[in-house]
T-cell receptor, first 114, second 113 residues
Framework: RKEVEQDPGPFNVPEGATVAFNCTYS??????FFWYRQDCRKEPKLLMS???SGNEDGRFTAQLNRASQYISLLIRDSKLSDSATYLC???????????????FGIGTKLQVIP | NAGVTQTPKFQVLKTGQSMTLQCAQD?????MSWYRQDPGMGLRLIHY???????DQGEVPNGYNVSRSTTEDFPLRLLSAAPSQTSVYFC????????????FGDGTRLSIL
């Protein structure tokens, strides 16, 4: 089983739609969780952290379910500019020096259609 | 405000050749990492460094070497290129041991023939 699993998509949605992605992780000791965005042929960039109580950043809402070991990203009122690949990212337990390795999912591709 | 700079952006090699991918950051970050990204595989950690003079292996280190003689530079060396090393390579840096957020370079697209 992969450490971090995502549906690769693509998710094709019309402008203005609401879309949600899920991501599951296998290590129950995982410390922290993030969503990164990667545009075509570009580098990944941090979109938002995911907090246990859930958090919003404008049209984006992230949630964490530790019991079921998944995180989600909800995008409301989709824009053409939201078209990208969304990477689920999980931090592992700190090593003896406190360093946390990062595991990336394969990403979910979103295409917003006019 | 350069951030993380990778060179070259594109490279084609023949099997058996060696080369070095350069990575430099100007943010005084202690933590640096090299990843490769392949279709359907996600980003996989090759090597990482927690400070000058300290490096360690990641998930897929075979065929690659790294060194960290300064805080700024973290070059990745391919010892004897193989077609399986055809990939997009990203260098990243972070400010602290939580490794977040990661600041990525633009990537190097490498083809091995």
């Amino acid at each position: 089983r992969k450490e971090v699993e995502q549906d690769p998509g693509p998710f094709n949605v019309p402008e203005g739609a609401t879309v949600a992605f899920n991501c599951t992780y296998s290590n129950s000791a995982s410390q922290s969780f993030f969503w990164y965005r990667q545009d075509c042929r570009k580098e990944p960039k941090l979109l938002m952290s995911v907090y246990s109580s859930g958090n919003e950043d404008g049209r984006f809402t992230a949630q964490l379910n530790r019991a079921s070991q998944y995180i989600s990203l909800l995008i409301r009122d989709s824009k053409l500019s939201d078209s990208a690949t969304y990477l689920c990212v999980v931090n592992g337990s700190p090593d003896s020096g406190g360093y946390q390795k990062v595991t990336f999912g394969i990403g979910t591709k979103l295409q917003v259609i006019p | 405000n350069a951030g993380v700079t990778q060179t070259p952006k594109f490279q084609v090699l023949k099997t058996g050749q060696s080369m070095t991918l350069q990575c430099a950051q100007d943010m005084n970050h202690e933590y640096m990492s090299w990843y490769r990204q392949d279709p359907g595989m996600g980003l996989r950690l090759i090597h990482y460094s927690v400070g000058a003079g300290i490096t360690d292996q990641g998930e897929v280190p075979n065929g690659y070497n790294v060194s960290r003689s300064t805080t700024e530079d973290f070059p990745l060396r391919l010892l004897s290129a193989a077609p399986s090393q055809t990939s997009v390579y990203f260098c990243a840096s972070s400010e602290d041991r939580t490794n977040q957020p990661q600041h990525f370079g633009d990537g190097t697209r490498l083809s091995i023939l």
